[in-house]
């Protein structure tokens, strides 16, 4: 396979490696050169450009530029609000686009989180000192480092949006102040309107002298981040585009002469095609063409059932070599790597091994917590339409990371990333699915061989196959007690893979099954997210132990959080039935200078009526936090005929300043959904390297006759924006699997909850 060329002023992992093992000197020194980026964003006629974030019409409109992709999470409303908001927009007039990747957009925040991922073992910076900050920062826009994950798009660009607000309407009050012969600091604007005394202006009316103005430096904002639209519900942009159906995703895509195509592979790992039956392909009716690598075959038709029928005609034979997925060997890979290390540690406070120390008169608790392996299983398969002619690449691609996704097709057909031109389009779901852009790659070529515009859609077996699971993983966790009932030490070992690692590397450009080996063995500090103790425990450590999966692992909803809360809360749980102090309590008086933790806890107490967490009753507590956020959830559950049954949830969160109090409504809620289908399924064993999950069926998702009653409240706030999307779900596991065991007395500790038939 040939590679393509790097865009020419890319930085890429590797010059980032280099950097970083030369010393934080020559890291520093990449912030040294900061560079001007020009906007992205085009005008149309009667269109005029207010900087890279916004535009306005001459009949008013104002079209808000979205860098990141719009999952379900309403990044499209929630950034849009803040632009509109600082700038006074009616937000009747208030349109969103979507734009390519650029450098103007980088993720820095999420840059500087993932920065462990993306360097060696032995490099550790502290990417919060300035120095190192500004050049991660740097770095991340000259490798255009534009990614939605990680619950940051409002942490990341509530400021530029609210100087892209502040900008276009500083210039709006000039033009307005102009006509009027005042000075322009006595201009406010209000739904679309500048605004003096009793005179006022249309931005319609503003707009073309407006356009021709200088910015004042500094870009003078509001006094506060909250506004007429900013903080306050507005009903998203996006939802009346999915209702009607007008809403674009990458398998809306119609070009003229388009053809659809189905793909097969083999099990993850060494696997190669040994053969397929094209003639039998081609007799199924409506298939025009196969075409065939060494990894997979694909089917070309003038519609996909046929294409996808045409598959099962050809009967592909793969071979794998090495090491197959297992879910027996898994299991006993994770207790090994516990067992024989080596491990790493990254947190330690205090001296545990004294704690633990039998003659200081300590009970010794011990515990293992297990989680299966967690498809994503979004209602969108993977999907992307391409076109490729007279050596230029056009790629409708649903991605989280777009740059990758645009370097993987290249990579694929031999051309240069410049010549691939990405439309950024929705996603039906996500929950990090879309870190995976194998797709770009294989529609790219398939488009190459046909010659004609080409739609791939995965099959859902096909995407249970390639899906990049969320690690199985084993947390081993052993606690010391004194007489009193305090927790004096605690112990958490956590076997998992190195999935962010493994993700860095794929985003390097590697291949799924190269990343994987690369990564494997090398530790990983973001598979312990979440694992950070809240509680006043003076002696604790946190270590982790990489684990070679024989099959590629990614980010999941949450990513390590949703299975690192499940651990701890469910052994604090235990802890408090050993102390003899009612669940909620006990984590009360561990809470030490957790006041915005504590208040969630306090505050799903009143909610939920919490009686103690009395035996027999099926109540459970869990409370985390996680990206600035935190929350608190009770859960009312009982073991059915038909399995676990939960009757009621409650949850207290504390978002921060909310741009949208429905919309985080909404997102944890959604979240909670997801935590709750977490603890009863979304799971798969694997067998001979696949899979057994190959339909949605297979994973026991929740139904709609299963939702429990669900009631979410948020806290008032005034500090900074935390993240949201991904709260509601890892509490919720921890919370289901305490209330199991206040109603029947059984303690489970593996996910999904009665995996064992229990």
């Not at 305090?486 to 794929?506: D, H, I, K, Q």
């Amino acid at each position: 396979m040939n590679e393509a060329p790097a865009a020419k002023d890319g930085i890429t992992r590797r010059k980032l490696l280099v950097g970083g093992g030369a010393g934080v000197g020559l890291l520093v020194a990449w912030g040294l050169w900061p560079r001007r980026y020009a906007p992205n964003m085009r005008a149309a006629d009667g269109e005029h450009l207010f900087g890279p974030w916004l535009k306005i019409a001459e009949d008013g409109k104002v079209i808000i530029a979205i860098p990141q992709s719009e999952s379900g999470q309403g990044v499209y409303t929630a950034l849009a609000q803040i632009v509109a908001g600082e700038l006074g927009a009616d937000w009747r007039s208030v349109a969103v686009q979507p734009v390519s990747a650029s450098p103007i957009f980088a993720n820095t925040l999420l840059a500087r989180a993932w920065t462990p991922a993306f360097l060696p073992e032995n490099i550790a910076l502290d990417v919060d000192f300035d120095p190192v900050a500004n050049s991660i920062n740097e770095i991340a826009r000259r490798d255009m480092f534009v990614v939605t994950g990680g619950s940051s798009s409002i942490r990341q660009f509530e400021r530029p949006c609210r100087e892209a607000g502040a900008a276009a309407r500083t210039v709006l009050c000039q033009a307005a102040a102009a006509r009027w012969g005042i000075a322009w600091e006595q201009c406010r604007t209000d739904r679309g309107f500048v605004i003096a005394g009793q005179r006022r202006l249309s931005f319609a009316e503003l707009v073309v002298e407006a356009s021709a103005l200088d910015v004042p430096s500094p870009i003078p904002l509001n006094p506060s981040a909250r506004n007429r639209l900013s903080g306050r519900d507005a009903p998203r942009l996006d939802l009346s585009a999915k209702v009607d159906g007008s809403a674009s995703f990458a398998g809306d895509a119609r070009l003229p002469d388009l053809l659809f195509a189905s793909v097969r592979a083999g099990p993850a790992g060494d696997t190669r095609l040994l053969s397929a039956d094209e003639k039998a392909a081609l007799n199924v009716r409506g298939v025009l063409q196969v075409v065939k690598t060494d990894k997979w075959v694909a089917a070309v038709a003038s519609n996909w059932w046929a294409a996808n029928n045409a598959l099962d005609a050809m009967a592909p034979v793969f071979r794998t070599k090495g090491r197959m997925a297992d879910s027996t060997e898994i299991v006993q890979s994770l207790s090994n790597a516990i067992a024989k290390g080596p491990g790493f540690r990254a947190t330690k406070f205090g001296d545990v091994e004294a704690a633990m120390a039998q003659e200081a008169g300590a009970r010794i608790f011990k515990a293992d917590y297990t989680v299966g392996a967690a498809v994503h299983a979004p209602i969108e398969t993977r999907s992307a339409t391409a076109d490729f002619r007279d050596g230029r690449l056009q790629l409708w691609l649903a991605t989280q990371a777009p740059a990758v996704a645009r370097l993987a097709a290249a990579q694929a057909i031999g051309i240069n990333v410049d010549d691939v031109v990405h439309h950024p389009v929705m996603a039906g779901g996500s929950f990090d699915r879309n870190f995976d852009n194998s797709i770009a790659a294989q529609v790219a070529v398939i488009a190459k061989a046909v010659g004609r515009p080409i739609q791939l859609t995965w099959s859902r077996p096909e995407d249970f196959i390639r899906d990049h699971v969320r690690s199985p993983a084993l947390g081993r966790l052993s606690a010391a007690m004194n007489a009193e009932g305090a927790v004096t030490g605690l112990t958490v070992r956590v076997a998992a893979a190195s999935s962010m690692r493994e993700l860095a590397y794929r985003m390097d450009g590697q291949q799924a099954d190269k990343a994987r080996k690369s990564a494997s063995g090398q530790y990983d500090v973001l598979a312990l997210e979440g694992a950070q103790i809240p509680y006043a425990i003076p002696n604790i450590t946190i270590d982790h132990f990489p684990v070679s999966m024989p099959m590629p692992t990614g980010p999941w909803r949450g990513l390590a959080n949703s299975y690192n809360c499940f651990f701890v809360e469910g052994f604090i749980d235990e802890l408090a039935h050993k102390a003899g102090i009612e669940p909620l309590s006990f984590r009360m008086q561990m809470l030490v200078g957790q006041t915005r933790l504590a208040r969630c806890l306090t505050g799903v107490a009143t909610m939920a009526g919490w009686d103690g967490g009395i035996s027999g009753r099926g109540r459970g507590v869990a409370c985390h936090s996680m990206r600035g956020s935190h929350i608190a959830v009770i859960v009312t559950a009982r073991n059915s005929e038909t399995g676990v049954r939960v009757d009621r949830i409650h949850a207290m969160a504390d978002c921060g300043r909310l741009i949208n109090p429905d919309l985080a409504r909404q997102q944890i809620e959604g979240g909670i959904v997801f935590g709750l289908a977490q603890a009863l399924g979304a799971a798969t064993d694997f067998e001979s390297g696949l899979p057994t999950a190959r339909r949605l069926r297979d994973i026991d998702l929740p139904k709609l006759a299963d939702m429990p009653e669900i009631t979410v409240e948020l806290t008032p706030s005034d500090e900074a924006p935390g993240g949201v999307s991904e709260l509601g779900v890892p509490a919720v596991a921890p919370a289901i699997a305490n209330a199991l065991f206040s109603a029947a007395g059984i303690r489970l500790r593996e996910l999904p909850l009665l995996s064992r038939g229990l």
